[in-house]
């Protein structure tokens, strides 16, 4: 299969950019009943910023942040608002920025390698992880007294961390895949 290398256009990019954050959204609306029900929304950023690059990746997270700030319901269960930002699990979401920023760090650093790719996954979801479970702590002591870091670790990761893992394996092929089809520069 030829790749075809797409012409370089702001025009181009700022499609790009608007379609792969309402890709993340639509990730956001999917949930996968399990034990613990899951999104899709790491996938969407994964596959955002592994097809996007860094810059444009980074861009499409931070306008689908911005989406659900003024209103418009692209988080997950069709919520919005910056109440939703502001609340125990909004650590979580702002974390996706900072999976973006790891990722295109990583990029800038190291190349675009499958390899790169994956650490920089992994690494960002670790952030993400990080992150949001600091964020949680904050705000649920805030509301409700403190709270232990096991029983967040218990509630907010654990029973994430496989299904995210998958996310990351998936959204590695579809990657590697469309690599070799279509490249965006």
Known sequence: MAVTELPKSKTLDMVYIAMFAILIAVCAWISIPAAVPFTLQTFGIFVTVGILGG??????????LLLGIIGIPVFAGFKSG????????????????????????????LGKKTWVLALSMVLGLFVCYIFGTAWFMVVYAKSAGEIGIWTVLG???IPFVVPDLVKIALALLICNRLA???RIN
Not at 55 to 64: D, E, K, P, Q
Not at 82 to 109: D, H, P, Q, R
Request: positive net charge.
């Open 55 to 64: 810059r444009r990746g980074t861009l499409s997270v931070l306008i689908y």
């Open 82 to 109: 910056l109440g939703v930002l502001m609340s125990n699990t909004g650590g979580y979401l702002l974390g996706f920025l900072l999976i973006a920023l790891l990722m295109w760090a990583m990029e800038k650093a």
């Open 155 to 157: 509630w907010c990761v």
């Open 180 to 182: 070799k089809v279509i």
